[in-house]
């Protein structure tokens, strides 16, 4: 329909745009309007955009305060899932459509608009104009890097991906839980301790074992989007590095989109994901109980203190995981041909990132403005991590 179109280019005033919709017969208008979004959803699909990546972009640009654009596109992806069988579809797109609760719950295209202005007890109006608003954010979006194949693409070849053991996780996340919930900073520092332990040590075994005679010639690095959440995202984005660098992975931050490309093999990305989800936690409890208190007279100075321990915090908790792994790999190196092995598959993760992003641009360092947030940050970080 062209006045969807129009409107949804900006070709005609918003509001002029929606009374026009308004008025026409809604047995015109409906269908219309949720074809414009099947097609949204497909171009971006087909252009790299995974489900939880498509749901967290419209969260962050509207969603927030306007609920159904990210219930309705989810509806989108449920539609456009319809068409395939699902062993037709990459596994991992699959997983994150099924958390999202991705389902066909309407009866027919055609009636979907009414459908769900029953279903969420609204006016009509109400529905067409968030629904058009979920295509002005779906436009505003661009084609990003395929990591994982989208419904309907060529099939690829099965390749083995190396991750880590599903018990070894589960007693991971049990220390991480208890060092985020622990309210005695000793205790978070043997749990959170023994988690990097355990991971490091993993890790060195099975780049051992690819390493032998061949025997992980199959296995090759990996690429996964992490969201980093505002506000102080940059900051963030530093202590997702930090965490990945110690770990052997690579990151590129994209601040538009509010996600950073890690890239690495499966154990060691699975480790990154735990521990960066973990310390991130426990640098917000930690900075609550330090902050100076805020108030329209110290909002700019508990900006600034925010900022800089969150600095710090990143700086200090890289060095401290980079230590221990040097401590891990010289342990392990001692007694196997570990360096050669480590160094090969690290050429091989950068290969893959140049691949994918062959031109980027260093990032510029965050200002460090509170001296109080920066000593506090890099006390927290020393807490947090190893004696």
């Not at 309407?106 to 608003?133: H, K, M, N, P, Q």
């Not at 321990?309 to 060095?319: M, N, S, T």
């Not at 401590?327 to 690290?346: F, K, N, Q, T």
């Amino acid at each position: 329909m062209k006045q969807i179109d129009d409107l949804v280019r900006g070709a005609v005033a918003y509001e002029d745009g929606l009374d026009l919709l308004a008025v026409a017969p809604a047995a015109e208008v409906d269908p219309a309007l949720f074809a414009a979004l099947a097609d949204a959803v497909t171009r971006l699909v087909r252009g790299g955009w995974q489900p939880a990546e498509l749901h967290r972009a419209v969260v962050r640009r509207g969603g927030t305060d306007r609920p159904l654009l990210a219930a309705a596109l989810v509806d989108a992806i449920a539609a456009l899932l319809r068409g395939y069988s699902r062993r037709s579809v990459d596994e991992r797109w699959l997983a994150q459509a099924d958390e999202l609760g991705a389902a066909v719950w309407w009866s027919a295209d055609g009636s979907y608009v009414s459908e769900l202005t029953a279903r969420r007890r609204l006016d009509r109006i109400s529905v067409v104009d968030d629904l058009l608003g979920l295509l002005v954010v779906l436009r505003a979006l661009r084609p990003i890097e395929v990591l994982v194949p989208p419904p309907g693409s060529a099939p690829v070849p099965a390749v083995k991906a190396t991750a880590v053991d599903s018990r070894l996780l589960d007693r991971v996340r049990a220390l991480l839980a208890k060092a985020e919930s622990t309210g005695y900073p000793a205790e978070a520092e043997t749990y959170t301790a023994k988690a990097q332990e355990l991971i490091a040590r993993h890790a060195i075994d099975e780049a051992l074992l690819a390493g032998r005679d061949g025997a992980g010639a199959d296995v090759v690095p990996f690429a996964r989007r992490i969201g980093v959440d505002h506000p102080y995202e940059n900051e963030k984005a530093s202590l997702l590095d930090a965490v990945a660098e110690a770990n052997r992975c690579h990151t590129v931050w994209s601040p538009d989109y509010g996600f950073a490309t890690v890239f690495g093999f499966d154990a060691d990305i699975d480790a990154v994901d735990l521990l960066y989800t973990s310390l991130l936690v426990q640098a917000g409890r930690a900075m609550a109980k330090a902050e100076p208190p805020g108030g329209k007279a110290g909002r700019a100075r508990l900006k600034t203190f925010r900022q800089s321990f969150l600095v710090a915090y990143a700086v200090r908790i890289g060095e401290r995981l980079a230590r221990a792994t040097e401590l891990a790999i010289e342990e392990a190196a001692a007694a196997s041909d570990l360096l050669p092995v480590l160094r090969s598959r690290d050429e091989q993760v950068r290969a893959t990132m140049a691949k994918i992003f062959p031109r980027t641009v260093r990032g510029r360092g965050s200002r460090v403005d509170s001296l109080e947030g920066w000593e506090s940050g890099r006390e927290a970080a020393d807490r947090a991590i190893l004696n």
